[in-house]
Structures are given as structure tokens and as C-alpha cells.
């Protein structure tokens, strides 16, 4: 059974940092490009950052850019989202997600993803 499983979230105050994590399980996770999504109360959820599947290509929204670092450990079948200088509009729920299919790609940002965990909150306010 795929399972991903996020943690990290919580309340932080403007400018302040939360690391994110994803713990996989139930497929070859060294195969997939993996991803954070978010969705804010009343917008569409949207990508924050992708990393393709041997972790050398990481692509990040425009929100994300400079702020934000997405890593992976194959080894340890988890995805990470570092995320500093926080602001109230990065308040969403995040989400890690698996993409389909298997392959090798320097976009991961523009594969398809059909799997979400259930997400993590992530609260930005003073």
C-alpha cells in the first residue's frame, strides 16, 4: 500500500523557519520525482517544489524561490521541505505527492501527480 506521511508543520511567526518532512512507503521510491504541494482555505492547491528521482534537479514556484529548499534521502525513503523567511501568505496545508510515471526527468515540476498524503498544517502568524 503507497503511503506518504507528512510532518513539521505548525505555527511560526513571520521570518521565522519549519522543516517539512514526507515518509514514503509501499513503492521503489528512488524511482519517482516526489513534490510539496499546498492549498490555502478557498484557493486550488498549487506546486511548491519538485525534485526529480536521484535528487540533482530541484524545481520551485516563484513563491518558493530563495526561501524554500526541497531535498531528498533515498536511502531513507523521505522528501524535505526547508522553509525559511516564512510570511502569513505561505499559511496553507502542505502536502508531499508522488508522481507518475517511474522516469527519469529534468522537469519533475511537469509530470503529473496523482498521490497525495494527507498533508501537514503550516500556520504564519504573529
Given at each position: 500500500?503507497?503511503?506518504l506521511v507528512e510532518s513539521g508543520?505548525?505555527?511560526a511567526q513571520p521570518g521565522e523557519s519549519l522543516r517539512l518532512s514526507c515518509a514514503a512507503s509501499g513503492f521503489t521510491f528512488s524511482s519517482y520525482s516526489m513534490a510539496w504541494f499546498r492549498q490555502a482555505p478557498g484557493k486550488e492547491r498549487e506546486l511548491v517544489a519538485a525534485i526529480n528521482r536521484n535528487g540533482?534537479?530541484?524545481k520551485y514556484a516563484d513563491s518558493a524561490k530563495g526561501r524554500f529548499t526541497i531535498s531528498r534521502d533515498n536511502a531513507k525513503n523521505t522528501v524535505s521541505l526547508q522553509m525559511d523567511s516564512?510570511?502569513?501568505d505561505d499559511t496553507a496545508l502542505y502536502s508531499c505527492a508522488k508522481a507518475e510515471p517511474?522516469?527519469?526527468t529534468?522537469?519533475?515540476q511537469f509530470q503529473p501527480y496523482h498521490f497525495?498524503?494527507?498533508g501537514t498544517q503550516v500556520t504564519v502568524s504573529s
Open positions: 500500500e503507497v503511503q508543520g505548525g505555527l540533482r534537479v530541484p516564512l510570511k502569513p517511474p522516469s527519469y529534468d522537469y519533475p497525495w498524503g494527507l
